[in-house]
């Protein structure tokens, strides 16, 4: 398979829906930093929260963070600070992936898309990698609880 | 969020179309293990091949091997040899994937499925997880190739 990368107007989306998922869950504030291109097997972030989009566009959210910044988010959605990276704090990241996608796919209407489960991956040594061809948009964000990045890899289908 | 377990009549349609891939694209004939449901932050498999559906229903279908068994595939799908985890691999774990996922979505016509892109996580030393309640259920498979597994997280939408 061979794909474009994702087109440009398809990323306000995630970014508009990401700020409102900190916005109205965390009442956090987001500052974006400078969109990258996602090339290559880099290494990623120690957790990630993946989730899959599909319809008249198809493709991947990808939420990343290091553990403190999951652990703050954890602390702030359930109001207890967890014991590092207990399930809590994975659910919290799949569901971080699944708002963001959930808001994404609103804004999107016209490519009438639909959400999977989440997963989320942990570890410190790992890489996640997107098809040849459907290169990843990344959007650093930084807030009061840590930094984090959005990843999103979307082509339209023919 | 809390799910289901997926359905049994949901699994053979998975079992189905990987024999079917294996046997089409490969060669190779596969010999089934028994069922595991996969719970808690177990350690994941080197690489693993993710990919979303949704529809009627929605989840998640990994398919989970070690480098050998990646690279045994690679080579047999390109008649050439990798030197290791290349993005020719990581591209042909997706692929995987992406291909059983499809011939299921075929096989589960009612649920009016479609998916997403794939994504490969590799290294050997992170955890794969899915939403509580969620749990998949992991189907272990051998072949003159190797042994790998597919792991399929499924529940229908209200």
């Known amino acids: ?3 474009q990368p994702i087109k440009v107007e398809f990323v306000n989306p995630f970014l508009d829906a990401t700020s409102a998922v900190f916005r109205t869950m965390l009442n956090t504030e987001l500052k974006r930093g400078a969109l990258y291109l996602r ?3 880099t290494l990623s972030h120690e957790i990630s929260g993946i989730i899959g989009l599909s319809g ?6 990808l939420i990343g963070m290091n553990s403190d910044f999951a652990i703050a988010v954890t602390d702030k ?3 207890e600070k967890p014991d590092g990276l207990t399930p809590e704090v994975i659910d919290a ?3 971080l992936a699944n708002m963001v996608a ?3 796919k609103t804004r999107l209407e016209e490519l009438n898309m639909s959400i999977s489960l989440p997963s989320v991956i942990a570890g410190k040594n790992h890489t996640v990698s997107f098809p040849s061809g459907a290169v990843p948009i990344g959007i650093p964000f930084e807030s009061e609880l840590g930094a984090f990045s ?3 890899s979307l082509v339209e289908v023919a």
């Open 1 to 3: 398979m061979s794909y």
């Open 39 to 41: 090339q290559g097997m």
């Open 56 to 61: 008249k566009a198809k493709g991947t959210v």
């Open 77 to 79: 959605l359930l109001g």
């Open 93 to 95: 990241v799949g569901e």
């Open 102 to 104: 959930g808001g994404a």
């Open 150 to 152: 959005v990843e999103v």
